[in-house]
DNA sequence: AGTTGATATGATACCGGTAACATTGCTGGG
DNA sequence: CCCAGCAATGTTACCGGTATCATATCAACT
């Protein structure tokens, strides 16, 4: 309590919490840096030091602070991904993709959801750099003007995933979401349809939805036919929204022979609603989906869709990032990973097809 | 490029990277930890001050260095999760309530997956206590000796979620899965229902689908129903494997009047089934499932199932760790959220109800 | 024998913040 | 007028690792 006149005792290490890489080297009767070359790359360290070294350290359970090591070595273990939103499943995919590749590179995913919002986006990005990422994942090529500037001047590298129209801030990995959704709608008019309808998520903030819509637009016009606004729908993310969208299709359009979707989201709960109403498919009216969700494959019938590498733009980001992490060099800017148009029975099929 | 001569300077700071505090400090000519007061507590600065402080943050565009800081406050604003796998989209809402508490209070949200064993459950442990997290979230209450041993001694508080039946590490948060399943089951009965199957997920590393298995034998001993080990069957998480089982189930037990599902994507695939084959639900068979996903609502008919508070585990998780990070007075040891049985079109009503 | 080079290890400063304590200036009660 | 007490700010050491350079030992070569 009172120090009774004497001086206050030098200030001294306050040892916090964990065991630290000291302990172990006394423990083994080296220094501290035999240690940590011992962790970092145990060729570097004699055969019988090494002995010591593990036994100690398994001895008091020290487990490395990346927190230390992260400041002294200007470098983490962490990358940092902005999504959408992780309930939507391909989303989910991806992060596991990510997630795998990384943690078997020993490094750690930081996670966040923009919701669908680039001024949420920036401050995340915001939030993400000042943790110091070895490298950062974000979704789209759209992103607001202060978020783009903090990507491009960031020292880590960065991956844009799920589209690769526009040239990359750094580096992007994904597929031609315009050619797909162009693909897909000229298949259909291949398939006979001339009457078809859209349900696109809002392209505002969404550029995958955008350049679908516009693929869309493109086949539509490019084949000659009617481009009508009233057989075009907005839904956000739902089953729900896709069947309401369906339903108002179905209500006020009763020409349409066929409902483009651009996610199988919509095109599950659109093809439930069409169930719903007894309206048959592929009979009374053709849906097709987008993302190839493994419900399209059970739904009865099969849903049309486009099968998209959304497990691999985890797989190949990661990568990737890891590659420009280990070495400075660069590697691919653009990564075009595909896309597969799958007809199945949910719409009559394309006359080139079978 | 030779130093000719001239002994080596004496090494001096090499700016890595991104501006730092004492940048900000010198353009606003003030000390480095005035910064510091100001981006933590800007009230113990004064007004004028925090006013050139602000400018020269905005000036150089300074983003704290996180790594720093948490080595120096000895905490981190890191939360970290593991999970079983962030595809089941039940995790999937669970995290998204995890990140919309932590974001809001400053907190990032580490990821990773276990893939349901226990032993990956425990290096992943391991790999997050590494980063110093401020608290963590694992799934379950069964651990590895390993795993439990680590979060018992680990610092940070610990979340147990999805589960609340036994005594937790630190605290837990979910519902109880043998009431839910047990309730169910015991619905069903009262339904009318008497030979009842089940497709459960593998029990093993898996405690809530462990406890789901044992709240149906339960029920159907408690209600002096025969058990049969055919009319059980075990189901990976993919509507694939439910339709599987659910094959399987029709063709060698005709005499099951309804299926009980552990979890809504046995139900939806086995559902499906069902469709394929032409067997009436709920004329032919009964089907329930558990969780509540959306799309139990939107399938016709709409399927009973267990409503499960997937997102406000997350939220309430992220909660309790942030009361606990604040104040380290000891909040809830074990938060009951509930559940609710959901009596849809895909089962007779149990009599008790309507 | 002296030199060279490779191998193994250590000493020290430093990463970019903050904790703890010190200092300064000012206000107001005695 | 003196000093306690508060407000605002500064000084210094330290967090737990690693980068950098230094040192020690020993074999091989000239």
Redesign the pocket.
């Known amino acids: 309590m009172n120090s009774s006149g004497v001086m206050?005792a030098?200030?001294?290490?306050?040892?916090?919490?964990?065991?630290?890489?000291?302990?172990?080297?006394r423990l083994a009767?080296?220094?501290?840096?035999?240690?940590?070359?011992?962790?970092?790359d145990p060729?570097?360290?004699?055969?019988?030091?090494?002995e010591r070294i593990a036994a100690a350290i398994d001895k008091i359970g020290?487990?490395?602070?990346?927190?230390?090591?992260?400041?002294?070595?200007?470098?983490t273990n962490i990358v940092a991904a902005i999504i959408p939103t992780i309930t939507n499943s391909i989303f989910a995919a991806e992060v596991s993709g990510l997630s795998d590749v990384l943690k078997e590179n020993g490094h750690s995913l930081l996670i966040s959801e923009s919701g669908y919002s680039l001024e949420r986006e920036a401050e995340l990005i915001q939030t993400m750099i000042a943790q110091r990422p070895a490298g950062i994942v974000v979704t789209g090529q759209v992103h607001s003007e202060r978020g783009a500037k903090l990507l491009r001047t960031v020292e880590a590298p960065v991956v844009e995933t799920w589209e690769i129209g526009a040239e990359p801030i750094d580096m992007c990995v994904g597929f031609s979401n315009f050619d797909a959704s162009y693909r897909m709608v000229t298949g259909l008019i291949e398939a006979g349809y001339r009457r078809i309808g859209l349900i696109c998520a809002p392209i505002t903030a969404n550029d995958r939805a955008a350049r679908r819509r516009e693929g869309y637009l493109a086949a539509m016009g490019g084949a000659g036919l009617d481009i009508v606004p009233g057989w075009m729908r907005d839904a956000k993310f739902t089953f729900h929204e896709g069947a309401r969208a369906m339903g108002e299709l179905l209500d006020d359009h009763t020409e349409l022979e066929a409902i483009c979707c651009a996610s199988d989201i919509f095109a599950i709960g659109g093809a439930m609603e069409c169930q719903r109403r007894g309206v048959r498919i592929p009979e009374d009216i053709g849906i097709c989906g987008f993302d190839d969700l493994e419900l399209t494959r059970m739904f009865n019938p099969p849903l049309t869709t486009v099968h998209v590498p959304r497990y691999e733009i985890g797989e190949k980001s990661a990568a990737m990032l890891l590659a420009r992490i280990s070495s400075e060099k660069t590697v691919e800017r653009k990564v075009d990973l595909g896309f597969e148009i799958v007809w199945r029975g949910s719409t009559h099929p394309p006359s080139s097809s079978r």
């Open positions: 206050a030098k200030r001294r290490r306050r040892p916090r919490g964990r065991t630290q890489i000291r302990d172990v080297a009767g080296v220094s501290a840096i035999t240690v940590s070359r011992y962790i970092n060729g570097k360290v004699a055969e019988d030091t090494r020290y487990i490395p602070n990346m927190v230390a090591k992260g400041l002294s070595s200007n470098r």
